[in-house]
């Protein structure tokens, strides 16, 4: 990492596209604004983790906005009470009903995280955040400073790409 994060210039830049993001999600005017100023401080805190250049908006734009969604995820939690303990025999319960499709699941789930570590970063990052984190096109493009007509091309290609892996992968599998 090059450079010292200038946080006036970091808040002034992506203040209104972490709001928007947040309030996208579902939170409340004022809790995104919180959440916002969390993510900040969160960012601050913890800039010597960021493995990037300052000057490189789009970098900066995508690890502010996976604090926030880890922000907004813990707020949720919180707020719904999930994540509490649940009984070994109740959890045992749900495990027995739906080993099977659980283990479907994982594998498909291994093949696509696969295929999608292959992919180029600048790929990899809006696809992540369009659909593992709900991200509209507006908000990717404020965050990594393109225009969303920039982000509609690059994911795309992400898409195109992801399906040649994915058919790669099984044609493999079924030589095997």
Same mark, same amino acid.
């Not at 995104?32 to 490189?56: C, I, K, N």
């Not at 502010?64 to 813990?74: E, P, S």
């Not at 099977?100 to 990899?124: D, N, P």
């Given at each position: 990492?090059?450079?010292?994060?200038?946080?006036?210039?970091?808040?002034? $830049? #992506?203040?209104? &596209? +972490?709001?928007? =993001?947040?309030?996208?999600?579902?939170?409340? &005017?004022?809790?995104?604004? !919180?959440?916002?100023? !969390?993510? #900040?401080?969160?960012? %601050?805190?913890?800039?010597?983790? #960021?493995?990037?250049?300052?000057?490189?908006?789009?970098?900066?734009?995508?690890? +502010? /906005?996976?604090?926030?969604?880890?922000? /907004?995820?813990?707020?949720?939690?919180?707020?719904?009470?999930?994540?509490?303990?649940?009984?070994? *025999?109740?959890?045992? !319960?749900?495990?027995?009903?739906?080993?099977?499709? =659980?283990?479907?699941?994982?594998? $498909?789930?291994?093949?696509?995280? *696969?295929?999608? *570590?292959?992919?180029?970063?600048?790929?990899?990052?809006?696809?992540?955040?369009? %659909?593992?984190?709900?991200?509209? @096109?507006?908000?990717?493009?404020? @965050? +990594?400073?393109?225009?969303?007509?920039?982000?509609?091309?690059? @994911?795309?290609?992400?898409?195109? *790409? +992801?399906?040649?892996? @994915? $058919?790669?992968?099984?044609?493999?599998?079924?030589?095997?």
């Amino acid at each position: 990492m090059v450079g010292e994060m200038d946080l006036d210039a970091v808040i002034e $830049q #992506f203040r209104s &596209p +972490l709001i928007g =993001a947040l309030s996208a999600w579902g939170a409340a &005017p004022r809790d995104a604004v !919180d959440l916002a100023q !969390d993510t #900040f401080a969160e960012g %601050y805190l913890s800039r010597d983790r #960021f493995h990037g250049e300052w000057s490189d908006s789009g970098a900066v734009g995508a690890w +502010l /906005y996976g604090i926030a969604k880890n922000l /907004y995820r813990t707020a949720q939690r919180k707020a719904t009470g999930r994540g509490r303990l649940v009984s070994l *025999a109740s959890a045992s !319960d749900v495990a027995e009903a739906s080993s099977e499709e =659980a283990i479907e699941a994982e594998e $498909q789930k291994a093949v696509i995280t *696969a295929a999608v *570590a292959q992919l180029e970063e600048s790929w990899r990052t809006v696809l992540m955040m369009r %659909y593992s984190d709900g991200a509209s @096109l507006a908000a990717i493009g404020a @965050l +990594l400073g393109m225009s969303e007509r920039a982000v509609e091309g690059r @994911l795309r290609r992400a898409r195109a *790409a +992801l399906k040649e892996q @994915l $058919q790669n992968t099984r044609s493999m599998e079924a030589r095997s």
